[in-house]
Each structure stands twice: as structure tokens, then as C-alpha cells.
């Protein structure tokens, strides 16, 4: 469709490029797989990953297609501080997520979900809750990475868009399949490596090509006020806080997050995520320059298609090899986070859905396998589906950020308030969704009382944002102050003006009510959690012989530890 615009590979070094990126990654999982598995190296490498692999890994995750493309967007749309709220406040979240994990992996060392946690912290329903939410968003995610395998595919070679999905569902499984989460982080580091080699050799070669300093200069009358200004409030309120809002539920609902954050070693948390911050800042920013570039030399995308910047930029300025580092560097972002997709689905499936529910806490570890094996290729079938028929993905993704908005509040707490139950957890998030669905698909019209309300509710959730940002790295009175006072400034500004801003409105709606719901419903508990019961009820699958260093297996015989929960 846009063959009069785009460069276009051959099929032979397409297919080249495609099979021995692939093929590659295939070799690697050879080369680490293990004749006899075990369920926790295949869901968290036994809990004993290094500093470098799991900062890679986390970086090459936290980078996926979706924001890719978008990066570039944001530069294309905002200007000056597009590529910044962008790739800035995902590193940040980043960083202020890590206190939280510590916390997470302090109380339950030798889990493999967050799910797992809450069902020994809260019970079943909680359990469910987060493990649907991890479900669809990853599901989704596989599908989006595929779809944008497909386009790429499709955009910089005579093979067709179903050809490209196939490809990358078919070599995604082919390398994940056997070795599970260990294959996942050990490609993580090679796709980083060539992802940040081509990177660093594509956005200097389009700069220079494109004219340097000298074009900036000559063209700087292409951006209106607003792309002109750093500070832009137009930027920030359309791009910067929904996605600022966005990202914490991210981290703090996606299970790949979690997944590495139980995986590296304990005494190495801070300094991966510290570094993941800074790696994932300067690829991600890196990326969105070009969008900026695209903005100064007057590119319009074609079709008017915002994801064909990053391609045309390519196309047009530079050579044939360039265009095949950038064919790489894409299909490695994708790629990392698809196998992280497949990894993330296998442990929710095999250790909330069948050791959980279906064992009822006495799993058969070679059954667990099967279960998370079986996972990945009907995962892969499904994406590869969803994908070749093209499905609104951006409806499916603000519900599914809805979904982990609603959660981000019940999860934090529950580890660290020993007044908040089950009850607490489910009715708040239950509340928030709803209320959150309402708004953002304008179910009803959103003004007068109704918008009064909801703009009460999106003040309150700003609070809260900010008081659990300030948790991370303070006491809570402090953080709780922090809040109140967020919440004062926000509110008279938010009447009257925020139900302009849907997207943001909505967000905020979901940290508020999620917040005022569970905090309501706890102080009228009785109960009082005794949280150092969380490390007995959340053990190691691990029935091998062979002890692992540093971790405390469940009891072959008689009733399961984790069975008690």
C-alpha cells in the first residue's frame, strides 16, 4: 500500500534477516536448555538470575513495539518534550516501582506471581483478580507485538502482513517453548545487545543525513507554539500524565515485571532496576528523536498512519544495510517482549490456574510443565489470530490499563496495611472498573453532577499517585500528607476542566475510587494479617533431588506447605 514510499527489502534478505535472527535465538535456547526441567527454572530461573542479565532482560521487556512506534509519535506530535513524556516517565516508573518489589520479594521470597502472593495474602477471588489482569494484558500484548511484526513485515518487504505474523509467532515459540523464562532472559540480553548496536549506529546515520544541526536550524518554523515550547501543557496533559498514570499500572500489573523482579537475586534488585531506569530512558528518548527529526524535516506519514514515521525516517535517509539494522532492531524490541508474553503466561497458567485451582496445592511437577508447554502454543495461536484480523487494539488496551489502574492501589497496600481483606481488595477494584468504564466509553453524558463527580474522584486518584510515589521512598505519614496535599491543589483546577481530558480523567478515576473503597471498607475490619506468614505459604515447586542454593522446597510427601494457604 505505500510501495511508491517505502524502501523495500527483497523477499530473499527479508527472509534472510528474519531466519537468522530466529534461527540465532533458537541455537541460544539450545545451548541453555536443560534435559531434565524444573518448574521453577522454567517460571523464575530458580530465583538466582544475575545483574546484567536481569537488567537486559527487564530493558529489552520494558521496550516493546507498541512503544516503539509511539515513542516517535509523541516526538512527531508534542515537539520538543514529545520524546520525553514518552521515555522519560516509563524509566521513572521504572525506578519508583523497585521499593515496592523489594518489599513483595521480602515477604514471599520464593514466588513466581504476584497472584500467587495475594492468594496467600488475601485468598482466591484476589488471587483471580490479578491473574485475569495478567492474562488479558498479556495476551494482548502478544497480540499487539505480532500485529506489529506483521506491519513491519509488510511495510519493508513484498511479504504480506499474515506472513510477517506467522513468522514471528512461529520464531518467538520456537525458542521459548522448551526453556521457558530462562530462554526468555538469556535472548532478552542478545536482542539488547543488537537492539542498542543499531540503535546506536541508525539514529545518529538518519541525524546526519537528514541535515544535522544545520536542517534543525533552517526548519525550526515548522513547530507551532506548542511543539516549540518545552514546558507545553498541551504535552502533558494529552501525552505525559495519562501514560505517567498508564505506566504505574504497568509495572506494577503486568506479570513480566513481576516475573524478573522474582527471578534476580534478592541483594541485586536495586541496582538492576536502577540501571533498567537509565537504559530503558536513553533507548526509548533515543527512539522518539526521530519523530522530532520527522517533525523538523516535514515528513507526513503515510496514509496518515503515525506508525509509519519510524519506517519512512528509515526509508528515506537511510542505506539499504541501515535498513536492515532497523528491520533488526525492530523485530528484536518485539520479539523480547513477546517470549516475556509466553514466559508470563505459562506461570499464571501453571501456578494460579492449575496448581492452585486445579491440583488444589498439590501440583505434579511434570505435569506443571505440560500445562505451562501447552501454554505458549495455544498463546502463540491466539495472538497469531487476533493479530491477522486486525482488531481495534487500542480499545482492548485502555481497558486492560484500566483494569491494572484499579489494582495498583489494593496490591501496593496489602503488603504493607495488615487491616486490608479480601473483601476490601475485591469491592475496590470491582468499583473502580466499573466507574472507570463509565467514563472512559462516555456511557453516559459526561457533565453536570456526573462530571462534577468524577472529577472529584480523578483529583483524589492524582493524590493518590503521588502519595504512592512518595511511599516508595518514604514513611507513610509523609507520603499520606503528600497525597492530601496533591489532592487540594488538583481539585479546584479539575472542576470544570478535566472532563476535557477523557483519557486522563478516566485513569485518575480508577486510582481514586479504587483507594477511597478499599481504605472505607478496611478500617471497618477487624481482622489484622500477620504478614511473615506470606514466606511458609509461598514456596518453592521444586521436587528435584538436587537442592537449589538458597531455597526451601515443599514437602514431597503428606500435605503441600502450599496447601495451607
Not at 131 to 154: E, Q
Not at 199 to 213: C, E, H, Y
Request: proline residues 3%; aromatic residues 12%; neutral net charge.
Amino acid at each position: 500500500m505505500q510501495e511508491a514510499e517505502f524502501f523495500t527489502l527483497s523477499t530473499t534478505t527479508a527472509i534472510l534477516l528474519l531466519v537468522g535472527f530466529y534461527g540465532a535465538t533458537f541455537l541460544m535456547s539450545l545451548v541453555i536448555g536443560q534435559k531434565k526441567e524444573n518448574v521453577d527454572g522454567y517460571m523464575v530461573s530458580n530465583s538466582a538470575v544475575g545483574f546484567g542479565l536481569a537488567a537486559a532482560s527487564m530493558i529489552a521487556t520494558w521496550i516493546w513495539a507498541a512503544s516503539f512506534y509511539a515513542s516517535a509519535t509523541s516526538g512527531f506530535k508534542y515537539g520538543l518534550s514529545g520524546p520525553l513524556h514518552y521515555g522519560l516517565w516509563g524509566a521513572l516508573m521504572i525506578l519508583f516501582i523497585y521499593p515496592f518489589g523489594r518489599r513483595f520479594r521480602q515477604l514471599a521470597p520464593q514466588a513466581h506471581t504476584l497472584a500467587e502472593v495475594l492468594h496467600a495474602r488475601h485468598g482466591s477471588s484476589s488471587q483471580m483478580i490479578m491473574a485475569i489482569s495478567n492474562v488479558v494484558g498479556s495476551s494482548i500484548s502478544l497480540m499487539v507485538n505480532f500485529t506489529a511484526a506483521g506491519a513491519l513485515v509488510s511495510v519493508l518487504s513484498p511479504l504480506t502482513f499474515i506472513q510477517g505474523v506467522l513468522i514471528a509467532g512461529l520464531g518467538v515459540l520456537s525458542y521459548t517453548l522448551w526453556s521457558g523464562f530462562r530462554a526468555s532472559v538469556m535472548t532478552d540480553f542478545a536482542q539488547l545487545v543488537a537492539m542498542i548496536l543499531s540503535a546506536v549506529v541508525i539514529i545518529p546515520l538518519i541525524f546526519f543525513n537528514a541535515g544535522g544541526t544545520e536542517m534543525i536550524q533552517a526548519n525550526w518554523w515548522r513547530l507551532d507554539s506548542e511543539q516549540a515550547n518545552f514546558y507545553s501543557t498541551k504535552a502533558i496533559l494529552e501525552q505525559g500524565a495519562p501514560y505517567f498514570v498508564a505506566v504505574l499500572a504497568y509495572a506494577i500489573g503486568n506479570q513480566t515485571i513481576a516475573q524478573r523482579l522474582f527471578a534476580v537475586r534478592e541483594d541485586l534488585i536495586k541496582p538492576t532496576f536502577l540501571t533498567a531506569t537509565i537504559g530503558y530512558g536513553a533507548v526509548v528518548i533515543g527512539l522518539g528523536m526521530l519523530g522530532l527529526l520527522a517533525l523538523f524535516t516535514g515528513l507526513q506519514p503515510v496514509n496518515g498512519n503515525m506508525n509509519n514515521i519510524i519506517p519512512q525516517m528509515a526509508s528515506t535517509y537511510l542505506p539499504p544495510v541501515g535498513i536492515a539494522l532497523f528491520f533488526v532492531l525492530v523485530v528484536g524490541s518485539l520479539s523480547s517482549t513477546a517470549d516475556s508474553d509466553l514466559a508470563a503466561l505459562s506461570a499464571i497458567v501453571m501456578t494460579d490456574i492449575y496448581a492452585k485451582n486445579i491440583a488444589r496445592g498439590r501440583p505434579q511437577p511434570a505435569r506443571m510443565l505440560w500445562w505451562g508447554r501447552v501454554t505458549m502454543v495455544v498463546a502463540t495461536m491466539v495472538g497469531v489470530i487476533f493479530a491477522s484480523l486486525r482488531l481495534d487494539i487500542l480499545v482492548m488496551l485502555v481497558f486492560v490499563g484500566a483494569l491494572w489502574g484499579a489494582i495498583v492501589f489494593p496490591v501496593i497496600v496489602s503488603f504493607y496495611w495488615d487491616r486490608v481483606t479480601n473483601k476490601a481488595f475485591t469491592w475496590s477494584v470491582l468499583c473502580a472498573v466499573v466507574l472507570f468504564t463509565i467514563v472512559r466509553f462516555e456511557l453516559i453524558p459526561i457533565e453536570g453532577v456526573v462530571a462534577l463527580f468524577y472529577e472529584v474522584t480523578a483529583s483524589i486518584g492524582g493524590g493518590v499517585v503521588a502519595g504512592l510515589m512518595t511511599f516508595a521512598f518514604f514513611r507513610s505519614r509523609i507520603a499520606i500528607a503528600i497525597g492530601v496535599i496533591a489532592t487540594a491543589i488538583l481539585l479546584p483546577n479539575f472542576i470544570g476542566f478535566l472532563r476535557e481530558y477523557i483519557v486522563l480523567l478516566g485513569s485518575l478515576t480508577a486510582y481514586g475510587v479504587s483507594a477511597v473503597v478499599c481504605v472505607a471498607i478496611s478500617l471497618r475490619s477487624q481482622e489484622r494479617f500477620d504478614f511473615s506468614v506470606l514466606a511458609e505459604r509461598v514456596q518453592s515447586f521444586h521436587y528435584d533431588e538436587t537442592p537449589v542454593p538458597g531455597k526451601k522446597q515443599r514437602e514431597v510427601k503428606g500435605e503441600p506447605v502450599s496447601a495451607r494457604a
